[in-house]
């Protein structure tokens, strides 16, 4: 028997087998349900093999059972288990800082004297994978972060078996964990380290927030900025989305929402039609020939005229000239 690998450098590939997927860019999967799968050396696998975990024992549920993305210096995994009890393993990928949180059942660790139960309520911070033995009875849907160590270490905070509560800082990264799945993926992208730096950050948040830093502090501004910005993100092409609606979302005054963005220069309602112009420019460079007005809609603007201003202000070009020089000039 043999296990599949896949990794795509351009657009979609469907397969069908006993559950319908679809391989993004960017993301490897190990497909297969029960005995159709068998150990394997493939890059995908490598370390799962390393940790002692049979690719036998793992699939078969949603999400696929493995889906990996590496954006900028972060990378993310989301990972589908049947029930399994495994030993003790070796450390993997030590210089690395995990983020594991529970999407759906619960994974039982236990080591160094020490048990942890993670369900959606209490996620985990430690450095590298392995080491402990783990088993879920029921089977996990795993969302995990790992960001190099270094980048966490020189901010001086503490890496090392910390169990962080799923509050609404988690809940609003591991939303923004799932959309960089699931976004089109194009490993060029001078986006990608900007995307990875905001998963950074956001993780430097909840270590911050563990570690009680003052609710009046930068650093609480920064992670509600952060927050912020994957709301904004993944709503931006909702005309209904403006600064009240972003702030009742989080839960916090829109004044306090205004405040952390004035704190860098700038302002909610500016960052919401910074995301939408986003979009708006990828869509006039897309392959697909659309109107102004249809651009204007599907990147959330209320109108052509709001597009057209963004665009002015930022590229100072037209709509015709801005569609014209893309893809043949550098613009400003």
Known sequence: MSLSFMTLSSGWTKLETTTRFAVRPGCWFVPGTGRQMARAGSEAATWLDELGMDPLRIGGGRPPAILERRVGAVCIRRISMSPFDKPSTPLVEPNDVFWTSVLAG??????????????REVSTVRRGLGVSRSRTAAGADLLSLAVPQDRIRDRGLKTEHLLLPVDALARSAQDYLLMLLRRRFDSASPANASLGAAVEEMLVAMLMEQEGYRADSASVSGALRLRAEAMIQSRCTDQETGPQTVADALGVSLRSLQRAYAEAGTTVSARID????????QLMRGSARMSFDEVAAKAGFRSTYQLRRVIQQTHGVSLREFRHH???AHLP
């Open 106 to 119: 619960s994974l039982k660790v236990e080591g160094r004297g020490a048990q942890m139960l993670l369900t």
């Open 274 to 281: 910074g995301h939408r112009r986003a979009k708006a420019e």
């Open 326 to 328: 893309t893809g043949s």
